[in-house]
């Protein structure tokens, strides 16, 4: 497939776009990224590519925009068999890796957004107990995904591995904003080695965002959001 065939449209600050990418990675297709600056304004590409919900990450397959992260890894999964597989063969392992994904998207990382917006002492102490407890969750579930290997997917890196690493740069950004590690060795020592073994993976560190230029980003955004009165995306 050659390179032009394949096109990810993408934000660096943005750990969705970080999914498609690493899966991408992980099956050796080699792909065009695209920066969108989707913070200051959107492209006529975007727009067309993602009329639905007009965000990133698209992937442009050949003519067929693809949108959704965790749907995009799951296509380019069962598109290319030139690398391990993502997704586990395994009905219920399968189901389990989607349900954690699906708490992270809807109920974790929105936490983790809480801690920065929040209010009041007492409203950033409850974000953060929030966030902690979630942690504990995905500790315990990381024993029983990985069964000892290295990751949620076993020996390689698999679904929940993307959709959780994805947010890795964002929750060490949180950690230095709060003067606190929300992952500790003392608390959730196995996703401590789990993070640093996502992130020196080959198909992650190129695109896992440097934690300084990140917290830098997100000082923007949050200065933004607390004079506009807007939301967080
Ligand atoms: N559920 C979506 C979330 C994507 C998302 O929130 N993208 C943000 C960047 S991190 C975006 O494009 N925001 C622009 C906007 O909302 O206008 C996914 O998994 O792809």
Not at 53 to 64: A, M, Q, R, W
Not at 82 to 111: H, M, N, Q, T
Not at 185 to 206: G, H, I, Q
């Amino acid at each position: 497939m050659a390179k032009s065939d394949v096109k990810v449209l993408g934000s660096w600050p943005s750990p969705y776009a970080m999914r498609p990418r690493i899966a991408l990675n992980i099956k050796s297709v080699d792909y065009e990224y695209v920066e969108e600056r989707v913070w200051e304004g959107k492209t006529e590409l975007l727009l067309q590519s993602n009329p639905v919900h007009k965000k990133i990450p698209v992937l442009i397959h050949g003519d067929n925009p693809i949108c959704e992260s965790l749907n995009i890894v799951q296509y380019i999964d069962e598109t290319w068999s030139s690398g391990p597989s993502i997704l586990p063969s395994d009905p219920y392992e399968g189901a389990i890796a989607r349900f954690w994904a699906a708490y992270l998207d809807e109920k974790w990382f929105p936490s983790i957004k809480s801690i920065a917006i929040a209010q009041g002492e007492d409203a950033r102490k409850a974000a953060i107990a929030q966030v902690e407890e979630g942690l504990a969750l995905l500790e315990e579930a990381f024993g029983k995904c990985s069964k000892g290997k290295p990751f949620f997917g076993g020996d390689q890196i698999g679904f929940l591995d993307i959709a959780f690493g994805s947010f890795l740069g964002w929750l060490r950004v949180t950690e230095k904003f709060n003067g606190m590690k929300l992952l500790s060795e003392a608390k959730t020592p196995a996703l401590v080695n789990w993070a640093d073994r996502f992130c020196s993976d080959a198909a992650v560190k190129d695109v896992m965002p440097d934690t300084e230029k990140l917290a830098e980003f997100g000082k923007m955004v949050i200065a933004k959001i607390r004079g506009a009165g807007a939301e967080i995306h």
